[in-house]
């Protein structure tokens, strides 16, 4: 074995205390290890099956010093830490992936000129700080468009779709004084994502490309194989090979990409963690995201991404419970014993909320994803 590899028995630091924390810890578990949490947040979904729970703001740098102290590497699953922090962090223990990235990948200015100064494939953009910068973008960059604050927007969050000159200046108010970006709009005929770890000497392993369709912005079901040819999922992965050399990531990344209605890819956003569209590999691959990005943080050789079967998740958002009016009916969904269920230990369902996922595997890929559409409606009794 490598010098500097942390075996199964050490403990490892997670910043952030959400579902993919959550996931992380029980594949951490699994493989002995010990995983401490640091959040502003208490009884999380990650605090509630990590060893130790540190409820303290992310700017409190006295005390994320002294959680890098108890653990032999620290990873993130939420990408708006700030820098300060991981920097904090990184003067105790390996931050990884390093806070360069998350610096790069939390700011979507930031992120897109990366990409396009590297020759990676990105829709036109422009900065915006003015009403004036708005409407030149709109003459040089024509209509339809994106405009989107440039920091901290997930989820659609942060996002206004515009269609005319009429509409500049109540958009450029809504910004609200916040930096935005201006995307010419991109006519996709799908939404993909290529999750990929990068071990310290090089190593480099991507799962399947996965195919998304969303709901009001929000990821609602993922699909693996998606449905492109061949060439073109060979080419997504390359990029994404590209990405992570050229950030130099050591950890897990994830590319969301569109695919154009004339069949070219053009990369949308970077996460610099495991993702929501990888929550199948879970159930249908031969190592899951969680336990990847574990290998890679931790020095360990890559797993392999096979795709056991074909296979489909579906979000449980609060909306069920709402639709429901109460407790859904679990029991139900499970009745296809191809289902699995995963709950993420939330105690309040909000609308637009995360709660969990359904993954349903099946002999074909339609299969697997009527498979787990039928179980999600099934939730909620007629
Ligand atoms: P994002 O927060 O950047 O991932 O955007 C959320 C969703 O908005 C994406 O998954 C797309 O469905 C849509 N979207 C974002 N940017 C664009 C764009 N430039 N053109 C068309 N649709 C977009």
Known sequence: MNAGVILPGATLGVLGSGQLGRMFTIAARRLGYRVDIYSPDSDTPAGQ????????????????????????????EF?????????????????????????????????????????????????????????????DLGLPAVLKTASFGYDGKG???????AELPAAFAALA???????????????????AARTLDGGFAAFPVF????????????????AIPEALSAEAVRLARGILEALDVVGLLTVELFVTRD???????????????????????????FEQQLRAVCGLPLGSTELRRPAAMANLLGDIWISAGGEP??????????????????????????????????????EAVERVRSARARLVPA
């Not at 996002?159 to 000159?165: A, D, F, H, M």
């Not at 195919?211 to 998606?226: Q, S």
């Open 49 to 76: 099956v990590g060893d130790v729970e540190v409820v303290a703001p992310y700017e409190d740098l006295d005390r994320v010093r002294d959680f890098a102290r108890a653990v032999s590497v620290v990873t993130f």
């Open 79 to 139: 990408e708006n830490v700030p820098s300060a922090t991981s920097r904090a962090a990184a003067e105790v223990v390996p931050v990884r992936p390093a806070g360069e990235v998350l610096h790069i990948t939390q700011q979507r200015l930031r992120e897109k000129t990366f990409l396009g100064s590297h020759g990676f494939p990105v829709t036109p953009f422009r900065r915006i700080t003015t009403l004036g910068e708005l409407e030149a973008a709109a003459r």
């Open 159 to 165: 996002q206004q779709k515009l269609r005319s000159v």
């Open 177 to 195: 004084g916040a930096e935005g970006i201006y995307e010419a709009f991109v006519d996709f005929s799908k939404e993909v994502s290529v999750i």
């Open 211 to 226: 195919e998304n369709a969303h709901a009001d912005h929000i990821l609602d079901v993922t699909f693996a194989p998606a």
């Open 263 to 289: 069949g070219r890819l053009l990369v949308n956003e970077l996460a610099p963690r495991t993702h929501n569209s990888g929550h199948l590999t879970i159930d249908a691959c031969v190592t899951c995201q």
């Open 329 to 366: 009916d679990w029991a139900a969904a499970l009745s296809d014993p191809l289902v699995k269920l995963h709950l993420y230990g939330k105690a309040s369902p909000r609308k637009g909320r995360k709660m969990g996922h359904l993954t349903a595997t099946g002999a074909t890929v339609e």
